[in-house]
């Protein structure tokens, strides 16, 4: 947690029963603490001034979706970002008690300001006792009023606040990100679909090879031979291959019919297999040359779910046109909400990404941008189908699929 300051007052209602406040109403026997007001200062980074959230911290904690964006990376600016957080609990009217006052009433002979932390610390205590509902932001006050009183934590104490730190903090990246999703990925997680906003962690291999550089009178059409051997080589978690180990490769898929000489591919299973993987690239409509006009929200479904099963997709792009391609995908990642698949690229375009709304296909300028591909012919380079790879075990037919690369 960082620095700041959070200020916190009685409310009306307890958290316990959808208020906002912990404790019983207009009495100090329950916790008085309020999130409904909270103040955030911030020396670096963050808030400058003072920033005053109504009902804010509270309605982000419960109802997240509901919550405006801007406030809630006010919100959690202060929270996680900032370096010195303190906790300050005041009464309804805001009076000052004097030491003898507050021994007489609270059971606590302590000045005025740290009467407002052993407050906090005792309700909190003896809700937790009652077996109330206690959240991790509730805790997370609870040792910040600690802190403050001056108390010494344990262990134990010492590891709960990381904890639930950590907790708040990762509960707040969520909804920030949740807030911002496109609507593509919001129609997926309504499908069940499971996003990880970091990729999927497959943890698959990969350095594509420049087809240009296999030193075959067929370079510009090896860009399907390449792409299904870079997949097999990837499914079978190994190193990936050099440019001369590909080059053999080539020569033993020529040999053994995988191949024609000129880039056709025959067998796209033998290919995978030489890339040491059993799987299969099936002719079956469900696996194979899939189209994607029409079928986005399906297409999308299975790339992430393969992805996460670390299983890579062949893409088609372009297809039917003098500019058709293939490249695979090996990952995906979330920039700005949206959801953009990462590119393996065996030729001269070198293209790294490909959007999951539009299928578009993006490379890096020569500023290190981003940049939508665009052809010679004027055509903006995208995905027209996708071929998805089966264990073999689950193959119910041979593939008889002759496909011819360009490119």
């Known amino acids: 947690m960082g620095e700041g300051t959070i200020i916190v007052r009685d409310a009306s209602t307890g958290l316990s029963t959808g208020g906002t406040s912990i404790g019983l109403p207009d009495t100090y026997d329950g916790l008085k603490r309020d999130v409904t007001l909270a103040q955030y200062n911030t020396k670096e980074g963050g808030l400058s001034g003072g920033f005053t959230v109504d009902d804010n911290l509270v309605q982000l904690i419960r109802h997240p979706i509901e919550t405006p964006v801007d406030s809630v990376l006010q919100i959690y600016q202060g929270l996680i970002d900032a370096k010195d957080t303190t906790v300050l609990i005041y009464n309804e009217a805001g009076e000052v008690i004097e030491n003898t006052g507050n021994w007489i009433e609270f059971d606590h ?41 001056g108390e010494e934590l344990t262990q134990e104490e010492i590891d709960e606040y990381a904890k639930v730190s950590v907790i708040v903090k990762n509960e707040a990246n969520k909804q920030i990100e949740a807030m911002n999703d496109s609507e593509l990925v919001k129609k997926l997680k309504e499908k069940g679909i499971d996003i990880k906003c970091d990729g999927s962690g497959n943890a698959l291999i990969t350095n594509p090879i420049n087809q240009h550089s296999m030193g075959t009178k067929y370079d510009n059409y090896l860009c399907a031979f390449l792409s299904t051997l870079g997949m097999g080589r990837a499914l079978a978690g190994e190193t990936p291959f050099t440019l001369e180990e590909a080059k053999e490769k080539y020569k033993e898929a020529v040999k053994a019919g995988y191949i024609d000489e000129n880039g056709s591919v025959w067998d796209y299973d033998g290919v995978l297999k030489l890339g040491g993987a059993d799987y299969a690239l099936s002719s079956e409509p469900n696996n194979f040359n899939r189209p994607v006009s029409d079928h986005e929200i399906d297409i999308n479904s299975r790339m992430i779910n393969d992805l996460n099963n670390g299983q890579p997709v062949l893409i088609h792009l372009n297809s039917g046109t003098d500019d058709k391609h293939k490249e695979y995908v090996t990952d995906y990642t979330k920039i700005d909400g949206k959801i953009y698949y990462k590119l393996n690229d065996s030729g001269n375009c070198k293209d790294v990404y490909m959007s999951a709304d539009t299928f578009e296909v993006y490379h890096k300028n020569d500023d290190d941008e981003l940049e939508v591909t665009k052809l010679k012919s004027g055509a903006v380079r995208k995905a027209t189908n996708v071929s998805f790879v089966t264990p073999k075990e689950d193959k119910t037919s041979k593939s008889k699929t002759k496909e011819t690369a360009s490119k």
């Open 109 to 149: 002979y302590v000045s005025d300001d740290k009467l407002k932390y052993y407050q906090t610390m005792d309700e909190y205590e003896a809700l937790k006792a009652s077996g109330g509902e206690v959240t991790p932001l509730d805790t997370l006050i609870y040792y910040k009023s600690k802190v403050a009183a």
